[in-house]
């Protein structure tokens, strides 16, 4: 039998807080073509390098000061958790590796152990519920590099992104549950932003997104590369599961970058909108992480309950990403199992 493992990537974190480590891991991070896909070379460098890193450096390291934990970044510790719970699940048969895009462990010293490690069949799955050239693809097309220079014989299947899947949806339903049993007003869907000109670009008929009327809920191709189609997507699945109606629920785009337009409506700007309607109680949920990170736990947990509440809310909970907790082991236990089971036939 060919030894098989799977491959858990999620987007990374600095070494440390220190500025250094941040800058460092910002300059990968911001440097990745796919990330910040214009001005191309050297302007891009230059724009990373020379004007964002140095002026975002420091700040982002007090950002990962509020988070940082004893076991180091929060996303880090859970998705070591993750590999381990994964891997006690599936046994000493299927090993289970874990890297990050950017930082450590990086991709290219995983694969490498991979390839010493004898493995011949890979499960490649990336931790993002949501298609995105800055995060599912440049993960895949990462570890795609690797393996061509370090195991060119390995067989790699990739996990498709699982927005809509129908047991990621039921592992959602059941860490939000008891969260929504709790009076509240509004059920907050606050989504990782991308600029909306990537939305264009991924599609390949440049006559859908964001172009056609209402292009979410219009059915088209576009959607299997629309990272905002398979945000909402999400959301209508697991409202239904959950029976939330549509007057309790909203979509917000977070984390954007000033000089262009980004999806909306802007998380930021909907924490401080929402109180002014009559909404005091708020439930916000992270559905585009699969692990709890700086974007939630600094970002929303932290600065949006201020926003939130400054603005005259009363109540403010974060309801916890998926992370550790044993449905989505069972989720990426169960995924894991139907590729292991196809392979065998």
Same mark, same amino acid.
């Given at each position: 039998?060919?030894?098989?493992?799977?491959?858990?990537?999620?987007?990374?974190?600095?070494?440390?807080?220190?500025?250094?480590?941040?800058?460092?891991?910002?300059?990968?991070?911001?440097?990745?073509?796919?990330?910040?896909?214009r001005p191309?070379?050297?302007?891009?460098?230059?724009?990373?390098?020379?004007?964002?890193v140095?002026?975002?450096?420091?700040k982002?390291?007090h950002a990962? $000061?509020?988070?940082?934990?004893? $076991?180091?970044?929060?996303l880090?510790?859970?998705s070591?958790?993750? @590999?381990?719970?994964?891997?006690?699940?599936?046994?000493?048969q299927?090993p289970?590796y874990?890297?990050?895009r950017?930082?450590?462990?990086?991709?290219?010293?995983?694969v490498?152990?991979?390839?010493?490690?004898?493995?011949?069949?890979?499960?490649?799955?990336?931790?993002?519920?949501?298609?995105a050239m800055?995060s599912?693809?440049?993960?895949?097309?990462?570890?795609m $590099?690797e393996?061509?220079?370090?195991?060119?014989?390995?067989?790699?299947?990739?996990?498709?992104?699982?927005?809509?899947?129908?047991?990621?949806?039921a592992?959602?339903?059941t860490?939000?549950a008891?969260y929504?049993?709790?009076?509240h007003?509004?059920?907050?869907?606050?989504?990782?932003?991308?600029?909306?000109?990537?939305?264009?670009?991924?599609?390949?008929?440049?006559?859908?997104?964001?172009?056609?009327?209402?292009?979410?809920?219009?059915?088209?191709?576009?959607h299997?590369?629309?990272?905002?189609?398979?945000?909402?997507?999400?959301?209508?699945?697991?409202?239904? @599961?959950?029976?939330?109606?549509?007057d309790?629920?909203?979509?917000s785009?977070q984390?954007?970058?000033?000089? $262009?337009p980004? &999806?909306?409506?802007?998380?930021?700007?909907?924490?401080? @909108?929402?109180?002014?309607?009559?909404?005091?109680?708020?439930?916000?949920?992270?559905?585009?992480?699969?692990?709890?990170?700086?974007?939630?736990?600094e970002?929303i947990?932290?600065?949006?309950?201020?926003?939130?509440?400054g603005?005259?809310?009363?109540s403010?909970?974060?309801i916890p990403?998926?992370n550790?907790?044993p449905?989505?082991?069972?989720? &990426?236990?169960?995924?894991?199992?139907?590729? &292991?089971?196809?392979? @065998?036939?």
């Open positions: 039998m060919p030894k098989r493992a799977v491959l858990l990537v999620n987007l990374g974190s600095p070494d440390s807080t220190a500025p250094a480590d941040v800058g460092r891991y910002l300059r990968e991070f911001l440097g990745d073509e796919r990330v910040i896909d191309g070379e050297p302007f891009r460098s230059i724009l990373v390098n020379g004007i964002i140095p002026f975002r450096a420091k982002s390291a990962y $000061e509020q988070v940082w934990t004893k $076991e180091g970044s929060p880090l510790s859970i070591r958790r993750v @590999r381990d719970g994964l891997a006690a699940k599936l046994g000493a299927t289970v874990l890297a990050m950017y930082g450590n462990p990086s991709i290219a010293s995983v490498g152990k991979i390839a010493a490690d004898g493995v011949e069949e890979l499960l490649l799955f990336p931790q993002y519920p949501h298609y800055s599912w693809e440049t993960v895949v097309v990462r570890v $590099e393996v061509a220079a370090q195991a060119p014989r390995l067989k790699v299947t990739t996990v498709q992104p699982f927005y809509a899947d129908a047991d990621y949806i592992a959602l339903h860490v939000a008891p929504l049993a709790q009076p007003d509004h059920l907050l869907f606050s989504y990782h932003g991308l600029p909306a000109r990537h939305m264009r670009k991924g599609d390949s008929s440049h006559a859908h997104c964001l172009t056609v009327p209402d292009c979410c809920n219009t059915c088209s191709p576009a299997a590369t629309c990272y905002r189609a398979q945000c909402y997507a999400t959301t209508r699945e697991l409202t239904a @599961r959950a029976g939330i109606p549509a309790r629920y909203s979509v785009f984390s954007r970058l000033a000089g $262009e980004w &999806l909306e409506p802007y998380t930021d700007q909907e924490l401080e @909108r929402l109180p002014k309607v009559g909404i005091k109680r708020l439930l916000v949920i992270c559905a585009a992480f699969t692990a709890d990170c700086l974007e939630t736990l970002e947990q932290q600065e949006g309950r201020e926003s939130f509440l603005a005259g809310g009363e403010f909970t974060q990403c998926l550790d907790h449905v989505f082991l069972d989720f &990426l236990a169960k995924r894991t199992e139907r590729w &292991l089971t196809a392979a @065998r036939v």
